[in-house]
């Protein structure tokens, strides 16, 4: 996360711009790199002003519902959860009596209140998504512009985003495409986000290089439906982990590389959740149970399958259960092939990345800094908490 990759990739939209489309990319550009100039043709809001007659590409990073939008301490903007919802008519606001609570975390007010509250900023991310929708629908491109929505990872709760489960990677992908999708029409595909690229490059008529790993899922040109798809997980900030997902329909298979690091390590940017705050406290005091204490192990299995149709909060393990032997087998062959095949760098220390000039080094300042424990009543893990694979390495068995 933020390695920071000294000499960056060429980008798809350069592919586009080479292509003669306009590219638009007005915001979040958290690409693990300074993204080159060239990169877009604008980084201005081109919502706010008319679309462009020529072929476009245009993003744009809807963040009203961060994690830190539902927190009393500003954020980045120095915006509060209050200054979010300012202008949300009661009607629209939503109440924490009636919040969906998942199995795996508690029944208190605090998780109440922040799923709640992420709803509210859903609702008004929704209305910036109409208004642009309308914008659309009101231009000469309304049926030449195909939409595609998506997210970047799960809610910013405990076992959703940073952690690999459903919850975590199992993501929204809406695409309107007049004419050629109807609307209401629902697809089980496997898609991974590698697949976005060449997908737009395709539709928009542009040369898909052939480097790249993912591959193209709507039009002429769309390839057979994968059988698996893989996702994972290294460095949080301050936090080192490395976990690693193969996915097919039926399972859901997970093979953590360092067991001996619990789920619910601190992290300080993670801490200022108040669900996680109470987690910690309900734990300490012996009141946290079910799959919300689980989560608070002091360790974590080498390995964890389930059956994302029947267990879609993935709280049953299936490994050691021989009816599911046949499956762990298939997918664990399948994620080490596909490690291979991508020659996987995680294996590499990150101060090695580092000394070899891949990447930046912001280990040694930034996130140091960052590294603490919490106070010995909450405390769960290592009493030192590692920032490299180096320190790291005692936790792996």
């Keep these: ?75 980045w903007r120095n915006e509060t959860y209050a200054d979010r919802i300012a202008e949300l008519p009661d009607r629209l606001r939503h109440d924490p009596a009636d919040a969906p609570i998942p199995a795996y975390l508690p029944d208190t007010p605090e998780t109440r209140q922040d799923i709640a509250r992420y709803f509210d900023l859903l609702s008004i991310q929704d209305r910036q998504i109409g208004e642009i929708l309308d914008r659309i629908d009101n ?63 395709s539709l928009m008529g542009a040369a898909v290089p052939n480097s790249y790993d993912g591959q193209i899922f709507l039009g002429d040109n769309a390839a057979s439906p994968r059988k698996f798809i893989y996702a994972g997980r290294d460095r949080m900030d301050e936090v080192f982990d490395r976990v690693r997902v193969a996915r097919s329909k039926s399972y859901h298979y997970i093979r953590n590389d360092y067991p001996a690091l619990p789920w619910a390590v601190r992290q300080s940017y993670a801490e200022q959740a108040p669900t996680l705050q109470a987690m910690r406290r309900e734990y300490a005091a012996g009141r946290l149970e079910g799959a919300a204490a689980a989560f608070m192990a002091r360790r974590k299995p080498a390995e964890e399958l389930y059956d994302p149709i029947a267990d879609p909060n993935m709280l049953h393990n299936l490994v050691g259960d021989s009816a599911h032997a046949e499956a762990l087998t298939r997918h664990r062959l399948a994620l080490e092939n596909f490690l291979g095949s991508v020659e996987d760098l995680s294996g590499t220390p990150e101060s090695q990345l580092i000394a070899n000039g891949l990447v930046a080094d912001r280990l040694s300042d930034e996130y140091s800094q960052r590294v603490g424990q919490l106070p010995e009543p909450l405390r769960i893990g290592p009493d030192s908490v590692p920032l490299t694979e180096e320190q790291a390495q005692k936790y792996r068995g």
């Design 139 to 201: 231009s000469p491109a309304a049926e030449r512009t195909v939409v595609i929505y998506l997210s970047d990872h799960g809610r910013g709760l405990p076992r959703e985003k940073r952690w690999c489960y459903g919850a975590g990677i199992h993501l929204p992908l809406i695409v309107r495409w007049p004419g050629q999708i109807a609307p209401g029409t629902t697809c089980d595909d496997l898609i991974t986000w590698v697949d976005i690229a060449p997908t737009i490059l």
């Design 1 to 75: 996360m933020r390695s920071t990759l000294r000499q960056p990739p060429r980008l798809f939209t350069h592919e586009l711009r080479d292509a003669g489309k306009y590219v638009a990319w007005p915001t979040k550009t958290d690409f693990n790199f300074e993204p080159p100039d060239d990169f877009a043709d604008t980084t201005e809001d081109q919502w706010k002003s008319d679309l462009p007659d020529e072929p476009f590409f245009v993003y744009r990073n809807f963040d009203m519902t961060h994690e830190s939008g539902v927190w009393d301490t500003p954020n």
